[in-house]
């Protein structure tokens, strides 16, 4: 049995859930509505104020996709309530970002400076050698995380790039002289 699956999911006061007759999910709540489509071999049904996912068998795919959807639908009910985010630290001499309108401006080395506008749902805002995503979906938002970190990434001789506020970055003994 999974055990991820089999936990209800609680829907706090100010939220609603729906589940369309094709696993179709609507979750709203105080920052915002997601939709997603869920798998259509699972069984979700919203008891009260908790949402319950079945499996319909035993199968190893239905098995697999038991404790995927009710973490999807865990992470809407999330998403909507507290919202997500990630923080990405610059590291380097000359290495900076800046915030116009919806624009995050990086200067990382490179003969000119990255441009990046903000998608639809995400915010970012700068501060100091700090570059804060927010959002209520949380692939969106790890996802814009991954894109920007790819621009320059952590290097292991002196620790250069953009990495992950809670990154450990390994680093590498550098050329020895005689």
Not at 10 to 38: F, H, M, S
Not at 92 to 101: C, E, I, L, M, T
């Amino acid at each position: 049995m999974s055990r991820i699956g089999i936990k209800p999911i609680n829907i706090p006061e100010k939220v609603e859930v729906k589940i369309d007759a094709d696993n179709q999910a609507v979750v709203k709540g105080p920052k915002g509505e997601l939709k997603q489509q869920l798998p259509k071999s699972m069984n979700i049904e919203i008891e009260g104020n908790e949402v319950i996912v079945t499996r319909p068998s035993e199968s190893k795919e239905d098995r697999s996709l038991h404790g995927l959807t009710r973490t999807l639908i865990n992470n809407m009910v999330i998403g909507v309530t507290e919202g997500y985010q990630k923080t990405l630290e610059i590291v380097g001499v000359g290495y900076r970002a800046q915030k116009q309108g919806n624009k995050l401006i990086l200067n990382l080395g490179f003969s000119h400076p990255v441009e990046m506008e903000d998608p639809q749902g995400i915010e970012t805002s700068v501060e100091g050698a700090k570059v804060i995503i927010k959002g209520i979906d949380k692939q969106q938002v790890g996802n814009y995380a991954a894109v920007i970190r790819d621009w320059r990434r952590p290097e292991p001789y002196k620790g250069k790039g953009i990495k992950y506020i809670d990154e450990v970055v390994r680093r590498k003994a550098g050329k020895t002289g005689k």
